[in-house]
């Protein structure tokens, strides 16, 4: 991947992956090139079928934006940030990065749910 570009500069994934949470929730939204849009989802599917694998991951799902430029938001559960940061930093997984578009811009974040009353729960 040619580039991350943290969501929150002041706060980027590598910071993240310090805190001791559970679940998390990954949010990724990617930018790219329309050209490499086949190249990206191929990519895409590998990394997550290597996630899938991974101790703790719970789901994934792939969004594309509305209209013609590809921006891509993935979500993705995790049972722990433990989890999360063991297969972000497993080194096949590392690897794996290189084969995306150069085009590729991915702005990752982790969160966790929040219970709102009468809203949602956590």
């Given at each position: 991947?040619?580039?991350?570009?943290?969501?929150?500069?002041?706060?980027?994934?590598?910071?993240?992956?310090?805190?001791?949470?559970?679940?998390?929730?990954?949010?990724?939204?990617?930018?790219?090139?329309?050209?490499?849009?086949?190249?990206?989802?191929?990519?895409?599917?590998?990394?997550?079928?290597?996630?899938?694998?991974?101790?703790?991951?719970?789901?994934?799902?792939?969004?594309?934006?509305?209209?013609?430029?590809?921006?891509?938001?993935?979500?993705?559960?995790?049972?722990?940030?433990?989890?999360?940061?063991?297969?972000?930093?497993?080194?096949?997984?590392?690897?794996?990065?290189?084969?995306?578009?150069?085009?590729?811009?991915?702005?990752?974040?982790?969160?966790?749910?929040?219970?709102?009353p009468d809203i949602?729960?956590?």
């Amino acid at each position: 991947m040619s580039l991350l570009r943290p969501l929150d500069p002041s706060f980027p994934i590598e910071r993240q992956l310090g805190i001791d949470a559970s679940p998390v929730v990954l949010v990724n939204i990617f930018t790219l090139d329309k050209a490499d849009e086949p190249g990206f989802l191929k990519t895409w599917q590998d990394d997550a079928a290597f996630m899938k694998r991974q101790p703790g991951f719970i789901s994934t799902q792939l969004h594309r934006a509305l209209g013609e430029n590809p921006t891509y938001l993935n979500y993705a559960v995790w049972e722990s940030n433990a989890a999360f940061r063991a297969a972000f930093s497993n080194p096949d997984f590392q690897v794996k990065l290189a084969a995306y578009p150069s085009s590729a811009i991915a702005s990752p974040h982790l969160f966790q749910k929040v219970a709102v009353p009468d809203i949602c729960v956590a």
